[in-house]
């Protein structure tokens, strides 16, 4: 997603860091596996969600300028076009 503040590179390097170093310990469950993450790249708040609009809607209720980044947990892709989604957990 690209935010008036941040090129989408940079959004993209700070979502991914903060996925891999804080938030994907608290939402990679069982429970969880194929949902949408959605992450305020300021503030590191997230939301889960079955898709992408309704966490993030939720993070920009409480900040509507948020600059978001999503995941889909426990894959390489939120979306996959013309092919597959990889698992990253087993």
Same mark, same amino acid.
């Given at each position: 997603?690209s935010?008036?503040?941040?090129s989408? @590179? *940079?959004?993209a +390097? +700070?979502?991914k *860091?903060?996925y /891999?170093?804080?938030? +994907? /310990?608290?939402?990679e469950?069982? *429970?969880?596996i194929?949902?949408?993450?959605? #992450?305020?790249? $300021?503030?590191? @708040?997230? /939301?889960?969600? @079955?898709d %992408? %609009?309704?966490?993030? +809607?939720?993070?920009q209720?409480?900040h509507?300028?948020?600059a978001?980044?999503? *995941?889909r947990?426990?894959?390489d892709?939120?979306?996959?076009?013309g092919?597959t989604l990889s $698992?990253? #957990?087993?």
């Open positions: 997603m935010h008036s503040r941040f989408p @590179e *940079e959004v +390097r +700070r979502g *860091e903060l /891999a170093k804080i938030i +994907r /310990a608290q939402v469950t069982d *429970e969880n194929g949902k949408i993450v959605s #992450i305020d790249i $300021e503030t590191g @708040e997230y /939301a889960v969600g @079955e %992408l %609009l309704i966490p993030s +809607r939720s993070l209720a409480k509507p300028d948020a978001l980044w999503g *995941e947990i426990g894959f892709a939120v979306y996959a076009v092919g $698992e990253t #957990i087993k």
